[in-house]
């Protein structure tokens, strides 16, 4: 009697399930996400459009047409798309060592007590130190090459790593350490197990702005530290700047724009898969 | 000599136990003199007004926590459920359960099957997969059962398990406690933290009644009443009735 009232009661919770959209509704669904996007980009087209127009500063200030026709030229070039390449490339290995140490550091600092007094607000301190403090640092310990620009992205970086680490580890509920103590986890078991997914969430939006770090740092880096024989954003930046090369100036923030927004749907992404499991997202 | 006779047999024994928190003029006694004994199997229920110190206790006797003086004895593997399921949302319902089994050092082997058997056992048979966010309050807690049940655990702490949830719910996992404690297949002693005089009164062998502030041992009440039983029977009524008199007397003394 019990368990079929049980069993009613389990049922009624899961009674109803909501109707799959149809094609029709997901376009729709779709065109609402992409339409606002379409309008802004529309828009400061016009406006840039209305200063050139205006004759504002038009020796130097280049209109929309002009700048993208620059970009598509470009595009046909082999030096742009192998300039993407290597300043990706650069930013991925960069990101990636800095992911490494920080996330490290990080555990060690939020689970040793000592640690934590002795380093904690000096990793803080480092996150605020802007990474164009590093460069002679950086040029003088290593020269202009690669590791010079990979250090000064780690420095930047990987602080605030350790502090996403910190952050997420500080903010597991005592509820679910209690839990894992009670159910006998200890030592490495315990920040395998319930450490280390407890503090993900948290991790994750660190990790967001670590990567900013990163950009920022890398191309700050690539003006500054130029690798012969390694063409960059950085490097075509500095070329451009020497040749009073407007057009191809915005062009490239162009290119830099949009690999920001890349990235950062990318994360958007995976934030949202994290919370969806984790079961932070609203009810849609 | 009869404590060491007690304490040999005991499933749970505190002596004197006292806790004392922070120090000086700001301290706070939550528990004075807490002497308790518990019998293999046996179903005790604490219960208390607010500040009688009642989870304080139950993280003593599970270890969470150091009392200021007097001894506690726990014989056998304790395990702890809290009134939030406190399950961890990464994991799906059987991955919870299988992780306590981990955490045992139970052979990859046999953790499936015996998680589809803890999950069978709380009637959650076919819910393995699902993520504890996609289940009812009610059901969460019965995750969280199989959970302490996954540790093998002789003493079972369960502090106010079903205060969270609506009453019919609750009632029906009444009865379902009582069943997993009769198919366990050894004696599983328990001790349930709770304000609601009722449920004590319908779950327990014992009653025991604390004092607020600090928290003492009262009285205590054994429960005659044969099994199975009913949250709204007369014979629970009446001894609820009783007890909830001796609480009220009790709360009404820090009014004065």
């Not at chain 1, 060690?108 to 640092?137: D, E, K, Y």
């Not at chain 1, 997420?168 to 197990?193: A, C, E, Q, Y």
């Not at chain 2, 019965?142 to 106010?160: G, H, I, P, T, Y």
Request: aromatic share 6%.
């Amino acid at each position: 009697m019990a368990s079929d009232t049980l069993a009613g009661l389990d049922a009624l919770e899961f009674g109803v399930v909501p109707p799959q959209p149809d094609l029709r509704e997901r376009t729709a669904r779709g065109w609402a996400v992409v339409w606002p996007k379409l309008a802004a980009i529309a828009l400061v087209w016009v406006i840039w459009e209305l200063i050139h127009l205006t004759g504002w500063k038009k020796f130097v200030l280049p209109g929309p047409g002009v700048t993208l026709s620059n970009l598509w030229n470009q595009a046909q070039t082999g030096l742009l798309w192998h300039a993407i390449g290597i300043t990706v490339l650069r930013a991925l290995v960069g990101y990636a060592i800095a992911l490494v140490i920080g996330t490290v550091v990080g555990l060690l600092v939020a689970r040793i007590p000592p640690l934590r007094a002795a380093v904690g607000s000096l990793i803080t301190g480092l996150q605020t130190l802007p990474s164009a403090a590093w460069i002679p640092f950086a040029i003088i310990l290593f020269g202009l090459n690669n590791s010079a620009i990979l250090f000064i992205i780690v420095m930047a970086s990987a602080p605030a790593v350790a502090n996403a680490v910190i952050a997420g580890v500080d903010n597991i509920p005592p509820l679910l350490l209690k839990s894992g103590k009670m159910i006998g986890l200890r030592g490495v078991g315990l920040t395998w197990h319930l450490i280390m997914p407890a503090a993900l969430p948290a991790y994750m939006a660190g990790l967001k702005q670590a990567w900013a770090f990163t950009w920022h740092a890398l191309l700050t880096a690539e003006l500054l530290v130029l690798v012969a024989g390694e063409p960059s954003i950085g490097q075509l930046f500095a070329a451009d700047q020497d040749q009073t090369d407007m057009p191809s100036t915005i062009a490239v923030m162009i290119v830099i724009l949009i690999l920001g927004i890349l990235v950062d749907i990318f994360f958007s992404q995976a934030n949202r898969r994290i919370r969806d499991r984790y079961g932070l997202s609203d009810a849609r | 000599m009869t404590t060491s006779v007690i304490t040999e047999t005991a499933a749970v024994n505190l002596a004197g136990v006292s806790k004392v928190y922070g120090q000086g003029r700001s301290a706070v006694q939550a528990l004075d003199q807490v002497s308790l004994s518990t019998a293999p199997g046996e179903f005790v229920c604490i219960i208390g007004a607010s500040g009688c110190g009642k989870s304080t206790l139950l993280s003593l006797v599970a270890g969470l926590d150091k009392p200021t003086s007097g001894d506690i004895t726990v014989n056998g593997r304790v395990a702890f459920m809290f009134q939030e399921p406190g399950l961890f949302p990464w994991l799906s319902a059987g991955g919870n359960i299988e992780l306590a089994l981990r955490a045992r050092k139970v052979p990859r082997s046999e953790r499936r099957a015996r998680t589809l058997e803890l999950l069978d056992s709380v009637q959650l048979g076919g819910f393995a997969a699902k993520r504890p966010h996609e289940l009812s309050g009610g059901m969460r807690q019965r995750v969280a059962l199989a959970r302490a049940l996954a540790q093998d655990a002789d003493v079972l702490l369960m502090d106010e398990p079903f205060g969270a949830l609506d009453a019919m719910t609750r009632d029906v996992l009444h009865d379902e406690l009582d069943r997993v404690r009769e198919r366990v297949g050894k004696p599983l002693t328990i001790l349930f933290v709770t304000h609601n005089v009722r449920e004590a009164v319908r779950l327990g062998d014992r009653v025991v009644l604390l004092s607020s502030r600090p928290g003492r041992v009262i009285k205590e009440y054994p429960v005659p009443i044969e099994r199975p039983r009913r949250i709204d029977s007369a014979p629970v009524a009446e001894l609820a009735g009783t007890i909830t008199d001796r609480l009220r007397e009790e709360v009404s003394r820090h009014g004065k």
